[in-house]
């Protein structure tokens, strides 16, 4: 089939703008990404820059890939990330609009690739329990029921992809933030450093300028991976109930 | 005995009894102090499993440590994707498990190529590192009794893999990263993301730093340390189509072994039986189906070659080949990866595969699903099922998964001695980026376990033998004439890139030497296909270097030069994999040569003159590299020929 790409391109020779591009021949089986592999082997054989944009898995699970596809993080399907959309799911003749995840938090470095390391700089605000090796009981030695385990890993199943900023209207990183602190508010490992944890974890997320959440829920939408905004009021009632009783601030 | 080992090969297992030797060793291993230990840099080069439980532990020891990831977050690196599981002898489930039969399994799993005293220590550690990962708050599953759930693997008769859902890899990397990160908070370890290394500095024989390039403005930088750790993973991605990550390469295993460091077992491939079959030539990367599946998935083709082309749900029971069940029936469906992977591979060679290529067996749920029910099947392999209904638009509760062995890791690596160091004093290598303990075929949910034993358990007591000598060192400068030689050989290398300015891209390179290598060095090898193959890479090499083309300049943000160093040594190391699989003129576990197999078809192994690890020394380029020999003494197991029937 044949698709135009209407692609945002920042760095190098363009200040930031969309630029089109035709694709004559798209494999519905081929990936998302695969598709733009294409382009760029076309734009490399005309000696153009190719398009940067970051993957690496291709599975979903790495977190890596990134991208908004028609206004989309990650594109139309639900639970997916962009490196398992599959071009079956286009129609000949479409144009496909491709923009980089867009907040001041995640600045951009080039084209559709932008910085993350927020979010890595939130987790080492306080997103671990704090044992070093060596330390540990026996694994049987803490019991955790079922459906709490079950629960924390929902949670403990985020990529750190950033699609909730990029989906929400305030760029905020409540979603990321609350699945950490929910995924080890949840187990017992993680009760010690709680408070002191949801108090730290926040004070960055406001640091790193990701903004407010104002219930729109679109992060838990767009989620690849689904976590629930259930974790977000979580956290608040973790945040409020912290700060009323933490001796550490 | 007839191998010798070379004398400048010397693997350090401790003397004692097999069960004695970690014990002892960390009895008798020098200290560093920690008023010393702060007065030691160690630089880390890779953010996996291996990579962040070493960073995070070293610094929680007190170290400086810098960490390299060419990734923008640790948390990215290609252990993530692993989906199955870790193997620990905790025998949580009574069922016979211990510490001896762990170490026995992964023995004879490798074909008897592994060091019997690095695996003893593998097993040994397994437990601890299941209590570390659960103190962390890895949610591994666990039954209604809130205790943790195990599931069997194969090429074992025990359950003793450790499991979270599909997610296992994932769940213990970020428990790593987790752990990396506070010390990253703590300040005893530097991060430094999106940062590629390209050179090994070496000053009088001792490793004393790294060339990393920044990628974000292509800035060469120096980096000392009085002991760099390579944790780098493996080098399946030189068959261009495998189910590594797009990123994964050999460069810093390679740099390094330019610069002296031997190369071990480079031949030892792993094809993992169920991965979903190639669909077409655009394609850029093959998805794994966990092994686990075959814990319920019967692997089957039609026993008629005319049947094959027929719906799957169309072909009765008495006309379908279950040919592993037939084949092994010890082991049945759950015989280890090789064996798998060949047998598919075979049924496939007789013309009875399917699918539109006919290069896929099923894999085929129906049975478990009326046994269990499909809620226990959902249970079990959900995520599963929905990634690869996404791929191919098939749903394996209604019909078999069609799959096909693909490139999956790679048993050999960086030569390492007992202490995981290599041949180059100060340079060390853990996880998939050394050879050490999976011998020629590693067990499912074993590579987890080697990668967080090294990071967690082994290297941070290894490491202190050899710094122990390092507490008067003092701080390493970058201005010597060694650190200078190292980035100007660095940036050589890059204009040299440029200097081609020819007409084909990067990825054309990397897709034709990955056919040479499928086709010549895969599944099936014979030395007639590797002699060709050398030459083929040879003159592709020539071909690359003369017309490669590459876009954008050395001091931008620009991922098809960093493609571009990658694919240059892949191609020198695809030339060394072929090397090593012709000389060794005997089947082994990944590592099947066609003329020597037995006449059901099975690997003809040759111990009397085999049993050696070939550790590889660079001679410069278009010079043959030089084999050195570390035979292997089996102390406790008795080698016998490997039977899963």
């Known amino acids: 089939m044949k698709l135009t790409l209407k692609i945002w391109r920042q760095g190098g020779k363009y200040k930031g703008e969309f630029v089109n591009y035709e694709l004559p021949d798209v494999n519905p089986d081929m990936s998302f990404l695969e598709m733009l592999d294409v382009l760029n082997e076309q734009l490399i054989s005309r000696r153009e820059d190719p398009v940067s944009f970051e993957h690496d898995c291709r599975e979903g699970i790495c977190g890596t890939c990134s991208m908004v596809i028609d206004g989309r993080p990650h594109g139309p399907m639900k639970g997916t990330t962009t490196c398992q959309v599959h071009m079956r799911h286009y129609n000949d003749g479409e144009t496909i609009v491709i923009e980089p995840f867009r907040a001041m938090a995640f600045p951009v470095v080039k084209d559709l690739v932008v910085d993350r390391s927020a979010f890595d700089r939130i987790i080492q605000s306080g997103g671990y329990v704090s044992v070093n090796t060596g330390q540990a009981q026996d694994a049987n030695a803490i019991p955790i029921e079922k459906t709490i385990a079950s629960e924390a890993f929902d949670a403990a199943t985020c990529i750190g992809c950033g699609a909730c900023v990029a989906a929400c209207p305030n760029a905020s990183a409540m979603l990321f933030t609350s699945a950490k602190v929910s995924h080890l508010a949840l187990l017992p490992q993680g009760q010690v450093e709680r408070k002191r944890r949801v108090l730290n974890m926040i004070a960055q997320m406001d640091k790193e300028g990701f903004g407010q959440c104002s219930n729109v829920k679109a992060c838990e939408a767009e989620c690849p991976k689904e976590i629930s905004v259930s974790n977000i009021a979580r956290l608040n009632r973790e945040y409020i109930s912290a700060s009323l009783t933490a001796d550490v601030k | ?645």
């Open chain 2, 1 to 645: 005995m007839a191998i010798n080992s070379d004398s400048n090969l010397n693997s350090k297992i401790p003397a004692g009894d097999m069960s004695e030797k970690w014990t002892n060793y960390k009895g008798s291993v020098p200290l560093v102090s920690p008023n010393n230990k702060r007065r030691i840099d160690i630089i880390i080069v890779g953010s996996g499993l291996a990579g962040a439980s070493a960073a995070a532990s070293l610094g929680e020891l007190g170290y400086n440590v810098k960490v390299f990831t060419f990734h923008d977050s640790p948390r990215r690196a290609h252990s993530i994707a692993a989906q199955g599981g870790i193997n620990a002898a905790k025998n949580y489930r009574n069922d016979g498990d211990s510490v001896y039969r762990l170490f026995y399994d992964t023995i004879k799993g490798g074909d008897y190529r592994a060091r019997e005293g690095n695996v003893h220590r593998l097993a040994e550690v397994s437990t601890s590192i299941i209590d570390q990962c659960v103190a962390q708050g890895v949610p591994f599953a666990r039954e209604y009794g809130g205790l943790l759930d195990n599931r069997s693997f194969g090429g074992t008769q025990v359950s003793r893999t450790f499991y979270a859902r599909g997610q296992t890899g994932q769940q213990l990397l970020i428990g790593a990263y987790q752990a990396l990160s506070r010390q990253i908070s703590l300040g005893t370890v530097k991060l430094y993301n999106r940062h590629e290394m390209l050179d090994v500095v070496t000053v009088d024989g001792q490793c004393r730093g790294i060339i990393a390039r920044n990628l974000l403005n292509g800035e060469l930088e120096r980096h000392s340390a009085h002991a760099v750790v390579l944790c780098t993973g493996g080098y399946g991605n030189v068959f261009y189509l495998s189910t590594n990550a797009m990123m994964c390469n050999v460069t810093a295993a390679w740099r390094a072994h330019r610069r002296g460091a031997y190369f071990a077992n480079p031949c030892y491939t792993q094809i993992h039986p169920t991965c979903i079959p190639v669909s077409g030539e655009y394609q850029s990367k093959l998805t794994l189906m966990s092994e686990s599946l075959r814990n319920d998935g019967r692997c089957w083709v039609p026993k008629n070659e005319a049947d094959c082309g027929k719906h799957p749900n169309d072909i009765p029971e008495q006309d379908r080949d279950y040919y592993l069940e037939r084949r092994y029936p010890a082991f049945g469906n759950l015989v280890p990866r090789d064996i798998a992977s060949r047998a598919a591979k075979q049924v496939c060679d007789e013309g009875r595969g399917v699918g539109s290529t006919r290069l896929a067996v099923y894999l085929d749920f129906a049975d478990a699903i009326k046994r269990d029910g499909q809620a226990a099947i959902s249970a079990r392999y959900g995520n599963l099922f929905e990634m690869y209904e996404k791929i191919t638009g098939e749903d394996p509760n209604k019909q078999p998964m069609r799959i096909y062995p693909a490139v999956h890791y790679t048993m050999g690596g960086l030569w390492v001695d007992y202490e995981l160091m290599t041949n180059i004093p100060g340079l060390y290598a853990c996880g998939e980026a050394n050879f050490s303990d999976h011998g020629a075929n590693r067990l499912g949910a074993s590579a987890l376990m080697q990668g967080l034993a090294d990071g967690y358990f082994v290297l941070p007591y290894t490491i202190g033998s050899y710094l122990s000598k390092e507490i008067r060192t003092g701080a390493i400068s970058t201005d010597s004439p060694e650190f200078e030689a190292a980035e100007k050989s660095v940036r050589d290398n890059i204009q040299r890139l440029y200097a081609a300015n020819g007409k084909q891209s990067v990825e054309s390179f990397h897709r034709r030497l990955g056919k040479i290598m499928w086709d010549k060095c895969g599944m099936g090898r014979t030395a007639e296909g590797l002699t060709q193959a050398i030459a083929e890479i040879q003159a592709l090499r020539e071909e690359f270097w003369s017309d490669v083309f590459l876009p954008g300049t050395a001091d931008e943000f620009n991922p098809e030069l960093e493609k571009a160093l990658r694919v240059a040594d892949f191609i020198e190391l695809g030339q060394l994999m072929c090397e090593d699989a012709l000389h060794r003129n005997e089947s082994c576990g990944g590592h099947f040569r066609e003329e020597y197999q037995t006449e059901d078809g099975e690997a003809d192994r040759d111990d009397e003159n085999f049993m050696y690890v070939a550790a590889w020394e660079w001679k410069g380029e278009n010079q043959k590299a030089e084999l050195h020999k570390e035979a292997l003494n089996y102390e406790v197991v008795k080698v016998q020929k490997r039977s899963y029937k």
